[in-house]
């Protein structure tokens, strides 16, 4: 018996010695992980790490930023899961730039900091840099534009809180201005072409965009710094092309060109100018397309800084037209391009499209083009990846704000962005919903009960 005893004695110290230096272990693992930042981010999309393009504001960062986010201790749930979601988001800045500081502040408690904000706003994040300040509010912390039927908002604090560093780090807003006046998609335009929400993400990367009309002021503005034609369907006057053209050659001036296979050579003294023509054809890439048909092409990114942070992505456009430039001359890179499956459809009249030898373009086709000559320009043979319907589709949008971002030469704009956080839902019918509860409720336990008895009976009968 005295020894049975002894030896229940020397297992049960062996099982606490054994405990307590897991458990120390574990938690002097996550205080050295905490204190170096060390993270591993399994999730879907990295949806808990920052942004390329976060990663390289805070990197080029030059002067101190101060981050004060009001929000209320305790009350809903709602509430407490957005004040942690902001929390977690904002240490990782803090992490990643000594730079940044920030404090979460309960207005409740600390009256005297809110006082000082005048804040009456609960979950207002406020952002600055010297004089500069920059708010935002909980309301646009989410987006409810994009939700499907039984979908939550979208988390969008990391994109609002990078384009606020921006705003208050850089001196003043770089101008595009849109040219108006020849069938060009519309600014206001909501619908699936037009142009709404192209602008809105513009603007959000805290550029301004201005409209530009030469039928009304025969001159470029001297605060354009990137003239954006996007999908003209008119011909654009003699008078007006002279202008476009002198801004290229005496001012170096920078475009971002669209161009529709609708369109019949609206522009052919600037794209003479440029030296890009214009192939009537319709685009059609049976190997590398969108699963609604071929005519939805997906371009193959080739090497260039604008595509650089992209080449995992696949950017989807549709009705798009092949250019053709000198290849060989200095200054002119291909940037987007079919597979050699696909074609250019020269017939346009509405038959069943089929290639052609001899009549259609075979592939490999140039779908977009970088210049670097007397000015910049970028030049693509299709608008419709940009509109509305499209921006948002996997690539799309990184790509039009990496070709605005590499005009206009801002490094930290030329990036993959942060991507809205989704939440997602668990949809179970009533039947598994009833076997899921009644097998964590009776079976698990059941099972562990029976196990551990059968450990223990085994060690009794030694």
Not at 27 to 55: A, N, P, Y
Not at 88 to 110: C, I, K, T
Not at 340 to 360: I, N, R, T, V, Y
Request: hydrophobic share 40%; glycine share 8%.
């Amino acid at each position: 018996m005295e020894i049975e005893n002894k030896r229940r004695l020397r297992y049960g110290v062996q099982a606490f010695v054994i405990t307590v230096a897991v458990v120390f272990s574990v938690v002097s693992l996550h205080r050295i992980l905490d204190r170096k930042h060390i993270r591993w981010d399994f999730s879907q999309g990295k949806e808990h790490s920052l942004s390329d393009q976060t990663k390289k504001v805070l990197k080029n960062l030059n002067q101190e930023i101060q981050v004060t986010a009001f929000f209320r201790r305790g009350g809903e749930l709602d509430g407490i899961f957005i004040r942690q979601k902001v929390d977690d988001v904002l240490r990782e800045y803090a992490a990643h730039s000594s730079r940044v500081h920030y404090q979460m502040v309960d207005p409740d408690a600390q009256v005297e900091k809110a006082l000082q904000y005048h804040m009456t706003t609960d979950g207002t994040v406020v952002i600055e840099s010297g004089v500069k300040k920059k708010e935002i509010y909980q309301s646009q912390l989410f987006d409810y534009n994009n939700m499907t039927e039984g979908s939550l908002p979208h988390f969008a604090g990391e994109g609002l809180f990078t384009n606020a560093l921006l705003s208050v780090t850089q001196e003043g807003q770089k101008t595009v201005c849109f040219l108006e006046g020849h069938g060009e998609r519309k600014r206001e335009d909501s619908s699936a072409t037009g142009f709404q929400s192209t602008i809105e993400y513009l603007t959000k990367n805290n550029y301004a965009v201005e409209p530009l009309s030469l039928i009304k002021s025969p001159k470029i503005p001297a605060y354009c710094e990137l003239v954006f034609i996007a999908g003209p369907h008119q011909v654009i006057r003699e008078e007006e092309e002279k202008i476009l053209v002198q801004w290229f050659e005496e001012k170096k001036g920078k475009f971002l060109i669209f161009l529709d296979p609708t369109s019949q050579a609206p522009m052919p003294k600037l794209l003479q100018e440029l030296k890009i023509t214009l192939f009537p054809d319709l685009i059609l890439d049976p190997e590398r397309h969108f699963v609604l048909g071929p005519h939805y092409p997906s371009p193959v990114l080739e090497d260039h800084p604008i595509t650089k942070d992209l080449m995992g992505t696949n950017p989807i456009f549709l009705t798009a037209r092949s250019l053709g430039f000198p290849d060989a001359e200095k200054g002119y890179t291909k940037l987007l391009t079919t597979s050699e499956a696909a074609w250019g459809e020269m017939d346009l009249s509405g038959k069943e499209p089929k290639f052609d030898e001899g009549k259609d373009k075979k592939g490999p086709l140039t779908l977009g083009v970088v210049i670097e000559s007397k000015g910049k320009a970028v030049v693509v043979g299709d608008a419709d990846f940009a509109s509305n319907g499209l921006l948002l589709a996997p690539g799309n949008l990184d790509l039009f704000l990496n070709m605005v971002g590499w005009l206009m030469g801002d490094e930290e704009q030329v990036a993959i962005r942060p991507q809205e956080t989704q939440f997602r839902n668990l949809t179970l019918t009533a039947g598994r919903a009833r076997f899921i509860g009644i097998f964590s409720q009776f079976v698990y336990p059941i099972l562990i009960l029976v196990a551990g008895g059968a450990y223990w009976f085994r060690r009794r009968h030694r």
